[in-house]
């Protein structure tokens, strides 16, 4: 089945830096890949995703990108704000599932003043 | 994306009850699920709910401690039956317009068990 890793569980960057998260999977027909925003007390917020069919997708400061070959999906914040703050979750579809999403560990991004 | 609501918010039980877990949604979908999220840990699904029929559990969790009803296409609810402190998480609901489309979740039940 579907394994997904994600790195770093931490990451710590200045205000107004880039951060970068990435993730691997191991099944090469997944093809769509969830990125979700979790703030304390809240649940978690789709923020970008992207299909196979393409390898990159920006939404203002926030892109993801794909690498089949690879299986890798990265998210890039860029010009990071204190509000970015976060923990963030990637997913992939379970085996045989475009819908029952695998989930990565999360990543804490911490924005320093 | 529709609006999902979840009661309650958060609760205090007492071991061996029950607390059924409700959530409601403002648009009809096709999937909804149950996710339990230990507290610094990320989701773990506990099972997808369908219409007018049986849930469909995961591995490790089952009917009997994790009852779960979809009455319609707008509204489940899970129970958690004969709690433990070890029930003490995140239960979270999330719901899928169709089966092809992203999933979009609640706030979460926030549920401690003395």
């Known amino acids: 089945g579907e394994n997904v890793e994600q790195h770093p569980s931490t990451l710590s960057v200045q205000e107004g830096d880039s951060a970068v998260i990435k993730c691997t999977y191991s099944?090469?027909?997944?093809?769509?890949f969830p990125w979700y925003k979790q703030e304390l007390g809240k649940g978690p917020q789709l923020i970008i995703d992207i299909r196979s069919n393409v390898g990159e997708k920006k939404d203002q400061r926030i892109a993801v990108t794909l690498n089949k070959t690879a299986k890798h999906f990265s998210l890039h914040i860029t010009e990071t704000q204190p509000e970015d703050s976060a923990v963030y979750f990637c997913?992939?579809?379970?085996?045989?599932?475009?819908?029952?999403?695998?989930w990565g560990a999360g990543t804490k991004l911490i924005i320093k003043p | 994306s529709a609006v999902i609501s979840q009661k309650p918010s958060r609760d205090i039980c007492q071991r061996g009850t029950s607390l059924t877990i409700q959530c409601q949604v403002d648009?009809?979908?096709?999937?909804m699920f149950w996710y339990r999220q230990q507290p610094g840990q990320s989701l773990t699904l506990i099972a997808t709910a369908n219409q007018g029929s049986e849930a469909t559990y995961e591995s490790g969790f089952v009917i009997d401690k994790f009852p779960i009803s979809r009455p319609n296409l707008t509204f489940s609810t899970l129970t958690v039956s004969n709690m433990s402190p070890e029930d003490s998480s995140i239960y979270l609901c999330s719901v899928s317009i169709t089966g092809d489309q992203p999933q979009h979740f609640g706030d979460g039940t926030r549920l401690s068990i003395l």
């Open positions: 648009s009809q979908v096709t999937m």
């Open positions: 099944d090469s027909a997944s093809n769509y």
């Open positions: 997913a992939a579809p379970g085996e045989g599932s475009n819908y029952q999403l695998i």
